[in-house]
């Protein structure tokens, strides 16, 4: 990993589609039934949207920091 933006993208991306992931598998089983899909796709939009607090936002913050140090990539700069 060469750059702070890539590794941010690639966090985001992870915390916000492994809930989605979950989804689509749950969604593609031959027992699922309507109700159970739509409870499980009610939860999923719940959780995307706790995802979007501030409280949220500094754990993800702290997280991507400690992953800097630990995968070498500088600290994100501002362009010249």
């Known amino acids: 990993m060469a750059s702070f933006d890539f590794l941010c993208c690639v ?3 992870y ?7 979950f989804l689509g598998k749950y969604l593609q089983q031959r027992t699922m039934s309507a109700s159970e899909g739509q409870y499980l796709a009610k939860l999923t939009v719940t959780t995307h949207q706790k995802l979007r607090s501030n409280n949220t936002y500094e754990d993800f913050w702290e997280k ?3 992953t800097l140090d630990t995968v070498g990539v500088s600290e994100p700069a501002l362009p010249q």
């Not at 915390?15 to 992931?21: H, I, K, N």
């Open 11 to 13: 966090s985001l991306s």
């Open 15 to 21: 915390e916000t589609l492994r809930y989605t992931a």
């Open 64 to 66: 991507l920091d400690r």
